[in-house]
């Protein structure tokens, strides 16, 4: 079972920054692909940005440029930096755990999401 707890959410005015943290429980960037997800009102879920458990990243057209995903393998964790926050960036933001193809041979087939936090940018 993983468990996914996401932090740093908050109010920012247009063009600021903000930082999220997810936090994991275990070890388990090894066997999965982190990512960062967000779903504004009225609107589907969408990726944000990912790193693979290989360490690499990719981002969503919408952000590139202006957010960066980390992660740190002794704390269990990832980050989101977001920078040059638009008003339109304003969603619930939420972590996600993919398994990889390798984790799901052995089992490791569930992906995982984290509750998620509020971000809302004001123009």
């Known amino acids: 079972q993983v468990q996914l707890l996401e932090s740093g959410g908050g109010e920012v005015q247009s063009g600021g920054s903000l930082r999220l943290t997810c936090a994991a429980s275990?070890?388990?960037?090894?066997?999965?692909?982190m990512g960062w997800y967000r779903q504004a009102p009225g609107k589907q879920r969408e990726v944000v940005a990912t790193?693979?458990?290989?360490?690499?990243?990719n981002y969503a057209d919408s952000v590139k440029g202006r957010f960066t995903i980390s992660r740190d393998t002794d704390k269990n964790t990832v980050t989101l930096q977001m920078n040059s926050l638009k008003p339109e960036d304003t969603a619930v933001y939420y972590c996600?755990?993919?398994?990889?193809?390798?984790?799901?041979?052995?089992?490791?087939?569930?992906?995982?999401w984290g509750q998620g936090t509020q971000v809302t940018v004001s123009s």
């Open positions: 996600h755990a993919n398994p990889t193809w390798a984790a799901k041979q052995f089992g490791e087939d569930k992906p995982y």
């Open positions: 275990g070890s388990i960037f090894l066997n999965y692909h």
């Open positions: 790193i693979s458990n290989g360490g690499t990243p």
